[in-house]
């Protein structure tokens, strides 16, 4: 079993940073590939950003280059280093983990997810 817990959202401007963080605890963090998914007002669960468990990282097109998604496995922990933030990055941003040495995109892979933390980005 694994929990999760978010945190570091908030309502910036456009062009801000924010970083978001996850927790995890339970059985053998390391490998667990981890993810960040997004989810907008009206809008479906989409994949943000995916971290395997050797550090392998993927990135949804609209987010590359400004987000940068890494783990500190010994503090069970992963980062979502957010930039250059726009509006239509207004979202619910939940963490995810799947016991599995590949790099899913898919919500469907993934286990267990986090309570989701908010970011609202102002115009």
């Known amino acids: 079993q694994v929990q999760l817990v978010e945190s570091g959202g908030g309502l910036v401007q456009a062009g801000d940073s924010l970083r978001l963080s996850c927790v995890a605890s339970g059985r053998t963090y390391s490998l667990y590939a981890m993810g960040w998914f997004r989810q907008g007002p009206g809008k479906e669960r989409e994949f943000v950003s995916g971290?395997?468990?050797?550090?392998?990282?993927i990135y949804e097109d609209s987010v590359q280059g400004r987000f940068t998604i890494s783990r500190d496995n010994n503090k069970n922990t992963v980062y979502l280093q957010m930039n250059s933030l726009k509006p239509e990055d207004t979202a619910v941003y939940h963490c995810?983990?799947?016991?599995?040495?590949?790099?899913?995109?898919?919500?469907?892979?993934?286990?267990?997810w986090g309570q989701g933390t908010q970011v609202t980005v102002s115009s």
């Open positions: 971290i395997s468990w050797s550090g392998s990282t």
């Open positions: 995810a983990a799947c016991y599995t040495t590949g790099l899913p995109r898919s919500p469907r892979a993934y286990d267990y």
